[in-house]
């Protein structure tokens, strides 16, 4: 099973994915385009990885953190500043 929550912020949108299996989901590390910087947050629930891809030909990065908790995959993605991301991975409460 699959919950996908999609925000506006602008024109861009940000996606929450959470999947209840984490054996059953195609992760982001298949994602098209190059690392540009990856982290790693500990947080109260788990160790988190925030990626900056950049990908196609306008030049445009992406966001990517995932993480498992209590066997729930979940997945944040979208064009938004990476530092947002990660502010928002630290303030989060699961």
Known sequence: NQATLCYKIGEEYLI??????????????????????????ETSYDMVTIRGIQSGS???????AEWDYQDVHYEIFGRVPFEE???????MVL
């Open 16 to 41: 929450v994915s959470m999947l209840s299996s984490t054996d059953d989901y195609t992760s982001a590390k298949n994602f098209d385009g190059d690392v540009q910087q990856e982290e790693k947050i």
């Open 58 to 64: 306008d030049g445009n990065g992406s966001v990517i």
């Open 85 to 91: 991301v990660k502010m928002m991975i630290k303030n």
